[in-house]
Structure formats: structure tokens, C-alpha cells
């Protein structure tokens, strides 16, 4: 079907040699995003492309699409797509068309698709205008893609809009859109971050069957080296907009030369074997043990709010259904159905499962943030207050470190507001006193108060979302997804924290996830949560080692982890 | 050939942390400026009005019917002492102007100032509590919105002049303009507050305030309120004209200031009965002064608007 001539065997599909991206205005000296970096990809080859935030993998993609944002141009080095030679003398990609030469395939399939037009008219515009195909042409190429990507009943499906999908079909409707003009190259930036474990591995699976039957070269651009290790062939392992590491998966994953490879391998949570810690630098200080010794103090010394049990009895919580206006009542989603559940002093629950199964929703019942429709919470023996309250007791630390802080409160300010609201500071100099403290303990500096959360990455926003949560001193901490939205080396310096302060102060954690792998290293017991009901509840190492239930054996098959490759041996003080 | 400076813009770059909302440093047009000069000096001029106006257009005593309607002083038959001349109660124009901006920013202000304080906090009391709180508020902002301003303003003041006699003087009418404008302006911000309030109620950081068991009030005025204000600060600007027109028609149909202490639209209005038999300059002069001022002010808060969008990207 293809309608032009597919290079000659040997051609790489991709060629970069020693490119160079910079950002910077003029009169400024340039922040190079992308340094001399090269990589080939052969056809029918996956070459990853990781690193983390800021190290330049999505620039490089970005360029060779030709999606450069103004300040940014390509200064030095070349780029041949296919045997054809782009022309980067004016700072961008002459001579590139996206969508013939270069197929993409982004992040969020909710949004790469227009919501305003059908699959198909979509799928053959592009194919209209590239090729030149009739209508009818289109048309028919459209439906034999919709076969290839694998979507069921692809006559009905073609006529549907973007939002009758899932999300998982309409990632593979983007694929499909992408291999449309039979691009020699396809770039894949993040194609699976946004989906659930089970729709990641069905994705995967189709580009590494698309790679292998049509010959065509794709650039997987990833931070997740589990992906990486499933599907690519060679590996390019990024650090601040440098090439540092390059090679075959196997080799580069299981015998990482460059020390930075090695910590980002090492920093990547094991789904085979628990270990106390993960690898991360130390970030043990004297002023930090100081202020934790205060903390551990001041939250052992406080007998007002001792416990931390958790008892949650067949909880059901309801979406929708409810209305004020008469005769205007929808239909409620129980979104949980009957969980129940208990918490001890001291441990750290988890919480897994896939999105939409009800984990957030437990979380937010527990924390006051939704209403049960029926069932009870008890902490430490006390059922939550009409309002659905615990006071100080019980505090939450949330996904996204961006939106978790007040972006108009100074951190200083942000930290001693709940401690002065509980009265845990006679006056306004203590409260900002026992603020820097929690900033040292979660291993920032005090000054860090004096700023703006604007002024921090994401890893350091989360640390203030920890010391905020700590300041009211409460015997229990919700946990939702604390670490998904870091990169690996922060992540596993955050779980770190979280375990560390859970020794230091005997506080008890709901730790939610869908991340098997950082649970596993994270948690005393699991639930597995599927369709608002726990399916399985067992110790870490027993989830592990003997799932029962069904769905938890096929969540733990699809985990995609480092297994694949030989890893070095756990450290020594493995458990 | 390849001159770096064609791209020169400033767009955000890729940057580790990316901090939103940075200063962007921009240049300010001319036409701001020059709208912002303006807006300030008729401003200046107005509060300074007992200071440097040559002649007290409130003191009834001081006017000369003898003086009454004398043309503008470079006009042939003017007099150095009035510079836009005399109306028909021989009272210093450009006093009587100077006096009567005053009166009309200061009942623009003064109506964009409760309009604003009532709809923001109504909005964020619906936007935040949601359920029948929200239902009626934005109900009850509905049925005011389906009225025109003007209906409504001749409404309220129509009422209150017939409940309460005083409400002509000069002492109280301002206070009826100020409602009677307010009441159908704080629905705008009411709606703005709310869905901007709605927004910020999901973000994390008003969830952690919550589970931190702080009191709604508490989440309110000091979590959310600072962060939906941009806006409100945009839609005052523009209000601010539309206020000072309203009280202007207001006047000039006779339900608002008193003769005796004219806002700019009551000059219109003394003015307007003059403008055929060749007396122009009554109504010609506040009216021009209005308008420089409404456009003065919808310059700078058109700009304003641009300026706190966050999707504007610098050309």
C-alpha cells in the first residue's frame, strides 16, 4: 500500500549529527537546550530517547518535526531524515513537512484529536492534502489503517468523534494519523505516560509491531525505562542537553558506563525486590538530623492527637444523581462501592489500581474532600465530624507539586498558617520558626521561606508540601500519587523522605498509586483496587510473590519494569 | 544572512522550573500612554478642583446674571475671566467642569468600588460553596442582567426620589447614583469571581487548606481571593467609563445630579436646551471632556486586559 519507494536498505530513517539547539534572545548569552547531541536510527529500529525534566529530549523531537519555538533555533549540526538532508542553516527544519516525512505521536490522545471532527475526516485530511488522494482514496487507506492499529469495528468507529473513544483508542487513532503519508520516521514523544498500565502495554505492543512490519524508524522519547527496556532496540540517555550515554538497551541499561546513567538506572524503583531505601545521594546534614531530632520530638511529644489507626467500614461514595431542581435527577456513578479497610499505627498502606477505580475517591472520603453516601471513617477510634473533618490529625500531600502550593503566599507564610491556625505556636515568630525547622527536616534551606513556590522545581515543591502537611503534626498522612509527576531521581529522593519521616515520627500513611513498583518499595500492606472495589488485600511481599485475584496477576504482568535486562545485583543491605 | 534578531521576542524558553507568570518585560504603546497621561491629568485637575479653578461655580452668590451665557474667551465677544465662557446662570464654565469631573469620577469610583466588593465577594461565595448559594446568586444576577442599565438605574433612583425626598440634594444623590449604578454592575464581576473561584476550588492548594481543617471563610479571603483578582481589576478599569456614562445620562435625563452642584452630565443636560439657539459651547466642552475621559480610561483598561492575559503572547 505504500505509495512511495522505501529507501534502500542501510539508509537510516534518522541522522543527527552534532546538533546544537539554542534558546536566548538576542544580546543574551544562549542557554543551549540540545549540545552536540547524535543519534541514528535504523528502519524498523525503536531508538529511545531519556532523560529527565530539562535534559533536551523533547527539544530534539520538537525539532525534528519542525516545532521549534521562536527563541529557540538550531544553531550547529545536521539532520538527515531518510537520505534527505534538512536544510538547518536558518535555525529551524527547512524542507521537513510534518505529517509526510515525520509522523507524531504525542502524550495526551485527549487532546492531539480535534473534538470537532470525525476520526475519519481527520485521518484523511492529512492524507488528502500530503498525497493528494480522492476521497474514496483516503477513505479506503483510512480504513485499512484503522485495521492495523487494531481498533474493532473500524467502519462504525471512522464515523465516530474523538470523545466516543477511549482513551487507549484514540491514542491508536493518533498512531494510525501519524502513519497515514507513510513517513519514513516517527516520533513518539511520551505516547503512553497518560494511560493505565494495561492500555500502555496494548500501545507498546502496536508500535513495536508497526516498527517491525513496516520498516518505519521510531524515536521514542521517554523518562520511564521500563518502556524502555519492553520495546526499544538502542537507547540515548540525555543529562542537561548532552548525549552521555548511547547503545543497545541491554547493554546500556544493564552496564551503564556513565556514572549519571548508572544513578538514573539505580534511582529506578525495583518491582522484583524490596529495598529499604532507594538509591539516591544522601542528603543526611547536621542541620537537617537537627531539625528532624525537633520534629520527632515535637510530634511524639504531642499526646492530643496520639493513635493513627485508620478504620474505614464499608464506604460507598456517589457521584452525581444528586439534585436541587425538581424532577431534574441523573443517574449516581458509585464510584466507590463497599471498601473497607483498616490502618495501623505506624504503617503505610497502599492503594493501587488503574484510573477511574476509585482510589482518588477513597482518599478524598478520608479527608474530608467527598461526601460517603454510606459507611464509616474512624480515626484513631473517632469518627470523622459531620463535616468531615479531622482537624489537625490527619493531613494530605497531592499529586501535582505545581498546583499543590499558593502561588501568592510566601513558603514561610504558607507553612506557619496552619500552625498558628492550631494554636501549636504561642506567637506568629515561633509558627515561622518551626516552618524553617520543617523546611531543614525535609532537606531544603530555611531561607527557602522567604520565597515564592515559583521559585522551586517540582521536587522541592513537593518537600514543601510534605513540611506543610507535617506543620499541624498529625498521626496520619494521605498520600495521592506524591511522586508521579517527578522525575525518577526525585522521585525516589521523595519516597526516601516519606519513609524516612514515617520512622522518625511513627506517623501512619495511605499511600496511593498506580505505580506498582514504587508501591512495592514503599509499602507494609496493598490493597489492589478495581471498579470501586478491593479485590485484594494482602502483606507487600505476598501481593508480590502469590497474587490471588486475577486482575492482580495481570496488572503485575504488564508492569512494564527493568527485569527484562540483567541489573546489576540489590546493594547488600536488600531486604 | 542569518541575523539573529528576526526571532527576537520574548517567549518563555524551556527552563527547568518553569516559573509562570514572570514579569514580562514589554513595551508600553504610545496610545496607553498617551491615554494614561490623560486619564491622569483630568484626574489631578478634578481632585485639585477647589484649588485651581479661578472661580467657585457652587457659591449661587457669586453669579452674575449679567455675565450669563458669554461665549469662550478667544471667542470675539469673550471675557478673559471665563476661558470656556459662562452658562445661562453666569457661572465659569471650566470651574463648573473642573467641579463637575470631580463629581462624575468620583460616582464612576465610587459605584465600580461597591459594584466590585459586592461581586467579588457574592462570587466567591457562590463559586466556592456552589449548590443553592451559587443557584441563587446567579439567578438573581440573571434577572438583573435581562434589565438594561439605564431601566434599572432610573428605576432605583425614581423610588428612592419617591420614598425619600432628600434623595435630589446634592448631599444624597450621589449616594442613589453609586447604588443605582452598582446594583447593575456587580453581576459582571460576580460572574468572573465565580468561575475564576471555581477553578482555583480544585487546585490542590485550596484541597490542602481544606483537609487542613481551616474555616471556608478563612480558604476564602485568603487562599482564592488573591488569586481570582487579576481580572476584577481589569473589568473595574473598564467599568470605570462605563459608570461614569451611565451617572452622566443619568444626569442629563434629569434624575441625577442637581443643577446646583452639576456633574458633567448635568451640564450636558443645562447645555444641551442652549445648543440651538448658537450657545454651543455649554454642552460642547463637558461633552468633549467626557469623552476624552471615557476613551482615556478604556485605552488603559483595554491594555490592562491584554496585559494580565495569560495566553497573550508578546508580537
Not at chain 1, 265 to 268: T, Y
Given at each position: 500500500?505504500s505509495?512511495?519507494?522505501r529507501?534502500?536498505?542501510?539508509?537510516p530513517?534518522?541522522?543527527?549529527?552534532?546538533?546544537?539547539?539554542?534558546?536566548?534572545?538576542?544580546?543574551?548569552?544562549?542557554?543551549?537546550?540540545v549540545?552536540?547531541?547524535?543519534?541514528?536510527?535504523?528502519?524498523g529500529e525503536?531508538?529511545?530517547?531519556?532523560?529527565?525534566s530539562?535534559a533536551?529530549?523533547?527539544?530534539?523531537?520538537?525539532?525534528?518535526?519542525?516545532?521549534?519555538?521562536?527563541?529557540?533555533?538550531i544553531?550547529?549540526g545536521?539532520?538527515?531524515?531518510g537520505?534527505?538532508?534538512?536544510?538547518t542553516?536558518?535555525?529551524?527544519?527547512?524542507g521537513?513537512?510534518?505529517?509526510?516525512?515525520?509522523?507524531?505521536?504525542?502524550q495526551d490522545?485527549?487532546?492531539?484529536?480535534?473534538?470537532?471532527?470525525t476520526?475519519e475526516?481527520q485521518?484523511?485530511?492529512?492524507?488528502?492534502?500530503?498525497?493528494?488522494?480522492?476521497?474514496?482514496?483516503?477513505?479506503?487507506?483510512?480504513?485499512?489503517?484503522?485495521?492495523?492499529?487494531?481498533?474493532?469495528?473500524p467502519?462504525r468507529?471512522?464515523?465516530?468523534y474523538?470523545?466516543?473513544?477511549?482513551?487507549?483508542?484514540?491514542?491508536?487513532?493518533?498512531?494510525?494519523?501519524?502513519?497515514?503519508?507513510d513517513?519514513q520516521?516517527?516520533v513518539?514523544d511520551?505516547?503512553?505516560?497518560?494511560?493505565d498500565v494495561?492500555?500502555?502495554?496494548?500501545?507498546?505492543?502496536?508500535i513495536?509491531?508497526?516498527?517491525?512490519?513496516?520498516?518505519?524508524?521510531?524515536?521514542?522519547?521517554?523518562?520511564?525505562?521500563?518502556?524502555?527496556a519492553?520495546?526499544?532496540?538502542?537507547?540515548?540517555?540525555?543529562?542537561?542537553?548532552?548525549?552521555?550515554?548511547?547503545?543497545p538497551?541491554?547493554?546500556?541499561?544493564?552496564a551503564?558506563?556513565?556514572?549519571?546513567?548508572?544513578?538514573l538506572?539505580?534511582?529506578?524503583p525495583?518491582?522484583?525486590?524490596?529495598?529499604?531505601?532507594?538509591?539516591?545521594?544522601?542528603?543526611?546534614?547536621?542541620?537537617?538530623?537537627?531539625?528532624?531530632?525537633?520534629?520527632?520530638?515535637?510530634?511524639?511529644?504531642?499526646?492530643?492527637?496520639?493513635?493513627?489507626?485508620?478504620?474505614?467500614?464499608?464506604?460507598?461514595?456517589?457521584?452525581g444523581?444528586r439534585?436541587?431542581?425538581?424532577?431534574r435527577?441523573?443517574k449516581?456513578f458509585r464510584?466507590?462501592d463497599g471498601?473497607?479497610?483498616?490502618?495501623?499505627?505506624?504503617?503505610?498502606?497502599?492503594?493501587v489500581?488503574?484510573?477511574?477505580?476509585?482510589?482518588?475517591?477513597?482518599?478524598?472520603?478520608?479527608?474530608g474532600?467527598?461526601?460517603?453516601?454510606?459507611?464509616a471513617?474512624?480515626?484513631?477510634?473517632?469518627e470523622?465530624?459531620?463535616?468531615?473533618?479531622?482537624?489537625?490529625?490527619?493531613?494530605?500531600?497531592?499529586?501535582?507539586?505545581?498546583?499543590?502550593?499558593?502561588?501568592?503566599?510566601?513558603?514561610?507564610?504558607a507553612?506557619?498558617?496552619?500552625?498558628?491556625?492550631?494554636?501549636?505556636?504561642?506567637?506568629?515568630?515561633?509558627?515561622?520558626?518551626?516552618?524553617?525547622?520543617?523546611l531543614?527536616a525535609?532537606g531544603?534551606?530555611?531561607?527557602?521561606?522567604?520565597?515564592?513556590?515559583?521559585?522551586?522545581?517540582g521536587?522541592?515543591?513537593?518537600?514543601?508540601?510534605?513540611?506543610?502537611?507535617?506543620?499541624p503534626?498529625?498521626?496520619?498522612?494521605?498520600?495521592?500519587?506524591?511522586?508521579?509527576?517527578?522525575?525518577v531521581?526525585?522521585q525516589?529522593?521523595i519516597?526516601?523522605?516519606?519513609?524516612?519521616?514515617?520512622?522518625?515520627?511513627?506517623?501512619?500513611?495511605?499511600?496511593?498509586?498506580h505505580?506498582?513498583?514504587?508501591?512495592?518499595?514503599m509499602?507494609?500492606?496493598?490493597?489492589?483496587?478495581?471498579?470501586?472495589?478491593?479485590?485484594?488485600l494482602?502483606?507487600?511481599?505476598?501481593?508480590?510473590?502469590?497474587?490471588?485475584?486475577?486482575?492482580t496477576?495481570?496488572?503485575?504482568?504488564?508492569?512494564?519494569?527493568?527485569?527484562?535486562i540483567?541489573?546489576?545485583?540489590?546493594?547488600?543491605?536488600?531486604? | 544572512?542569518?541575523?539573529?534578531?528576526?526571532?527576537?521576542?520574548?517567549?518563555l524558553?524551556?527552563?527547568?522550573?518553569?516559573?509562570?507568570?514572570k514579569?514580562r518585560?514589554?513595551?508600553?504603546p504610545a496610545?496607553?500612554?498617551?491615554?494614561?497621561v490623560?486619564?491622569?491629568?483630568?484626574?489631578?485637575?478634578a481632585?485639585?478642583?477647589?484649588?485651581?479653578?479661578?472661580?467657585?461655580?457652587?457659591?449661587?452668590?457669586s453669579?452674575?446674571?449679567?455675565?450669563?451665557?458669554?461665549?469662550?474667551?478667544f471667542?470675539?465677544?469673550?471675557d478673559?475671566?471665563f476661558w470656556?465662557?459662562?452658562?445661562?446662570?453666569?457661572?465659569?464654565?471650566?470651574?463648573?467642569?473642573?467641579?463637575?469631573?470631580?463629581?462624575?469620577?468620583?460616582?464612576?469610583?465610587?459605584?465600580v468600588?461597591?459594584?466590585a466588593?459586592?461581586g467579588?465577594?457574592?462570587?466567591?461565595?457562590a463559586?466556592?460553596?456552589?449548590?443553592?448559594?451559587?443557584?441563587?446568586?446567579?439567578?438573581?444576577?440573571?434577572?438583573?442582567?435581562?434589565?438594561?442599565?439605564?431601566?434599572?438605574?432610573?428605576?432605583?433612583?425614581?423610588?428612592?426620589?419617591?420614598?425619600?425626598?432628600?434623595?435630589?440634594?446634592?448631599?444624597?444623590?450621589?449616594?442613589?447614583?453609586?447604588?443605582?449604578?452598582?446594583?447593575?454592575?456587580?453581576v459582571?464581576?460576580?460572574?468572573t469571581?465565580?468561575a475564576a473561584t471555581?477553578?482555583?476550588?480544585s487546585?490542590d492548594?485550596?484541597r490542602a487548606?481544606r483537609?487542613?481543617?481551616?474555616?471556608?471563610?478563612?480558604?476564602?479571603?485568603?487562599?482564592i481571593?488573591?488569586?481570582?483578582?487579576?481580572?476584577?481589576?481589569?473589568?473595574?478599569?473598564?467599568n470605570?467609563?462605563?459608570?461614569?456614562?451611565?451617572?452622566?445620562?443619568?444626569?442629563?435625563?434629569?434624575?441625577?445630579m442637581?443643577?446646583?452642584?452639576?456633574?458633567?452630565?448635568?451640564?450636558?443636560?443645562?447645555?444641551?436646551?442652549?445648543v440651538?439657539?448658537?450657545?454651543?459651547w455649554?454642552?460642547?466642552?463637558?461633552?468633549?471632556?467626557?469623552?476624552?475621559?471615557v476613551?482615556?480610561?478604556?485605552?488603559?483598561?483595554?491594555?490592562?486586559?491584554?496585559?494580565?492575559?495569560?495566553k497573550?503572547?508578546?508580537?
Open positions: 500500500m505509495s512511495r519507494p529507501p534502500t536498505a542501510g539508509v530513517a534518522l541522522d543527527i549529527r552534532n546538533l546544537t539547539v539554542e534558546y536566548g534572545q538576542p544580546g543574551e548569552p544562549p542557554m543551549a537546550a549540545l552536540d547531541a547524535s543519534l541514528t536510527i535504523m528502519p525503536i531508538h529511545a530517547l531519556v532523560g529527565e530539562g533536551g529530549k523533547t527539544t530534539v523531537g520538537n525539532a525534528l518535526m519542525g516545532l521549534l519555538q521562536a527563541p529557540g533555533r544553531t550547529a545536521g539532520i538527515t531524515i537520505g534527505k538532508a534538512v536544510d542553516r536558518t535555525g529551524r527544519t527547512e521537513i513537512t510534518p505529517g509526510l516525512d515525520v509522523g507524531a505521536i504525542f490522545p485527549m487532546t492531539s484529536l480535534n473534538p470537532l471532527f476520526i475526516s485521518l484523511c485530511e492529512t492524507m488528502r492534502h500530503h498525497l493528494k488522494l480522492s476521497r474514496a482514496a483516503a477513505q479506503a487507506r483510512a480504513l485499512e489503517l484503522m485495521r492495523a492499529v487494531g481498533i474493532p469495528e467502519e468507529r471512522l464515523k465516530c474523538p470523545h466516543q473513544l477511549s482513551g487507549g483508542q484514540r491514542q491508536r487513532v493518533v498512531i494510525a494519523a501519524a502513519l497515514s503519508c513517513p520516521l516517527i513518539a511520551e505516547p503512553t505516560t497518560a494511560l494495561s492500555v500502555q502495554a496494548q500501545i507498546l505492543k502496536l513495536r509491531a508497526l516498527a517491525d512490519e513496516r520498516g518505519v524508524g521510531v524515536l521514542l522519547v521517554t523518562h520511564n525505562m521500563g518502556v524502555v519492553q520495546v526499544a532496540d538502542t537507547v540515548t540517555i540525555m543529562l542537561k542537553g548532552r548525549v552521555v550515554e548511547s547503545g538497551v541491554a547493554q546500556v541499561l544493564g551503564p558506563r556513565h556514572p549519571y546513567a548508572r544513578s538506572i539505580g534511582a529506578v525495583r518491582i522484583d525486590v524490596r529495598m529499604n531505601r532507594l538509591q539516591a545521594p544522601s542528603e543526611a546534614t547536621p542541620a537537617a538530623d537537627a531539625a528532624r531530632e525537633i520534629v520527632r520530638k515535637q510530634m511524639t511529644a504531642d499526646t492530643a492527637a496520639a493513635g493513627g489507626a485508620l478504620e474505614v467500614e464499608n464506604l460507598v461514595v456517589e457521584y444523581g439534585s436541587w431542581l425538581p424532577g435527577s441523573a449516581a464510584a466507590v471498601v473497607s479497610f483498616t490502618v495501623q499505627p505506624g504503617e503505610i498502606f497502599g492503594l489500581g488503574e484510573s477511574g477505580c476509585g482510589k482518588t475517591t477513597v482518599a478524598n472520603a478520608i479527608a474532600l467527598a461526601t460517603p453516601k454510606d459507611g471513617i474512624r480515626l484513631s477510634g473517632r470523622i465530624g459531620a463535616r468531615g473533618k479531622h482537624g489537625r490529625a490527619l493531613q494530605m500531600v497531592f499529586q501535582d507539586p505545581y498546583s499543590a502550593l499558593n502561588p501568592r503566599l510566601r513558603v514561610s507564610t507553612l506557619s498558617e496552619p500552625i498558628a491556625f492550631y494554636k501549636l505556636a504561642a506567637t506568629r515568630a515561633e509558627a515561622a520558626e518551626d516552618a524553617a525547622v520543617l531543614e525535609v531544603l534551606d530555611r531561607s527557602a521561606g522567604e520565597r515564592f513556590p515559583h521559585a522551586f522545581s521536587g522541592q515543591r513537593q518537600r514543601i508540601a510534605i513540611a506543610r502537611a507535617l506543620g503534626r498529625p498521626r496520619f498522612m494521605v498520600c495521592d500519587e506524591p511522586t508521579s509527576s517527578l522525575d531521581s526525585v525516589a529522593q519516597l526516601n523522605l516519606l519513609k524516612d519521616l514515617r520512622d522518625l515520627t511513627g506517623l501512619s500513611m495511605l499511600f496511593i498509586s505505580d506498582l513498583a514504587v508501591v512495592r518499595q509499602c507494609d500492606r496493598i490493597a489492589v483496587m478495581q471498579a470501586g472495589k478491593i479485590v485484594e494482602a502483606d507487600a511481599e505476598t501481593l508480590f510473590r502469590a497474587p490471588q485475584h486475577a486482575y496477576r495481570e496488572l503485575l504482568s504488564l508492569a512494564p519494569s527493568l527485569d527484562s540483567a541489573r546489576a545485583p540489590a546493594p547488600a543491605h536488600g531486604a | 544572512m542569518s541575523a539573529p534578531s528576526i526571532e527576537a521576542a520574548p517567549v524558553a524551556e527552563a527547568p522550573a518553569p516559573a509562570p507568570r514579569r518585560r514589554m513595551r508600553i496610545s496607553v500612554i498617551g491615554g494614561a490623560v486619564v491622569l491629568v483630568i484626574g489631578l485637575a481632585a485639585l478642583a477647589p484649588w485651581i479653578a479661578p472661580h467657585n461655580p457652587l457659591d449661587v452668590g453669579f452674575d446674571l449679567l455675565n450669563a451665557e458669554m461665549p469662550p474667551a471667542m470675539a465677544e469673550g478673559s475671566r470656556l465662557g459662562t452658562d445661562n446662570q453666569g457661572r465659569d464654565l471650566f470651574s463648573a467642569m473642573l467641579y463637575g469631573a470631580r463629581v462624575s469620577i468620583a460616582i464612576g469610583g465610587g459605584a468600588l461597591v459594584a466588593t459586592v467579588v465577594i457574592l462570587g466567591l461565595l463559586g466556592y460553596l456552589g449548590g443553592w448559594v451559587d443557584a441563587l446568586i446567579m439567578r438573581v444576577g440573571d434577572v438583573i442582567l435581562s434589565l438594561p442599565t439605564i431601566l434599572l438605574a432610573l428605576l432605583v433612583s425614581g423610588v428612592a426620589r419617591a420614598v425619600f425626598p432628600e434623595a435630589g440634594t446634592a448631599q444624597w444623590a450621589p449616594v442613589i447614583l453609586i447604588g443605582a449604578i452598582a446594583i447593575h454592575e456587580w459582571q464581576y460576580a460572574r469571581v465565580r471555581m477553578v482555583e476550588s487546585k492548594y485550596v487548606a483537609v487542613m481543617g481551616l474555616p471556608s471563610i478563612r480558604i476564602m479571603a485568603r487562599h481571593l488573591p488569586n481570582v483578582l487579576s481580572p476584577v481589576i481589569v473589568i473595574a478599569t473598564i470605570l467609563a462605563a459608570a461614569v456614562l451611565t451617572e452622566a445620562t443619568l444626569s442629563f435625563l434629569g434624575v441625577g442637581p443643577p446646583t452642584y452639576p456633574s458633567l452630565g448635568t451640564l450636558i443636560r443645562i447645555g444641551n436646551e442652549f440651538f439657539s448658537g450657545i454651543w455649554i454642552a460642547t466642552f463637558p461633552a468633549a471632556l467626557l469623552v476624552v475621559l476613551l482615556g480610561v478604556n485605552i488603559v483598561g483595554d491594555w490592562l486586559r491584554d496585559w494580565f492575559n495569560p497573550r503572547q508578546a508580537r
